[in-house]
């Protein structure tokens, strides 16, 4: 099993920046696939960006170029940098980490709020 803890939430004005940071412990990091989901009010839980344990990269088409996804598996840990943010990116983010495409596992989530 892995936890998973997030951090560097919060609110920002549009055309900001924030960055998200993940740590996970409990397992072998290296082993599972990552990444970022979202969810706003009233809408479903989407993915954000995602990294296999290949090193390839998954970017929804709404934060292609705007957002970037990193992880550092010596220290466990998963990051979201997000630029240029807009107001539709307000959501409450969360980290994931995926076993062998079919096991999840999620933190608790962190906001993100975009003012206009």
């Known amino acids: 099993q892995v936890q998973l803890v997030e951090s560097g939430g919060g609110l920002v004005q549009a055309g900001g920046s924030l960055r998200l940071s993940c740590v996970a412990s409990?397992?072998?990091?290296?082993?599972?696939?990552a990444g970022w989901y979202r969810q706003a009010p009233g809408k479903e839980r989407e993915l954000v960006a995602r990294i296999n344990t290949g090193g390839v990269i998954n970017y929804a088409d709404s934060v292609r170029g705007r957002f970037t996804v990193s992880r550092d598996n010596a220290k466990k840990m998963v990051y979201l940098e997000m630029n240029s943010l807009k107001p539709e990116d307000t959501a409450v983010y969360y980290c994931?980490?995926?076993?062998?495409?079919?096991?999840?596992?999620w933190g608790r989530g962190t906001q993100v709020t975009v003012s206009s």
């Open positions: 994931n980490a995926q076993f062998l495409g079919q096991i999840n596992y």
């Open positions: 409990g397992s072998t990091f290296s082993m599972y696939a």
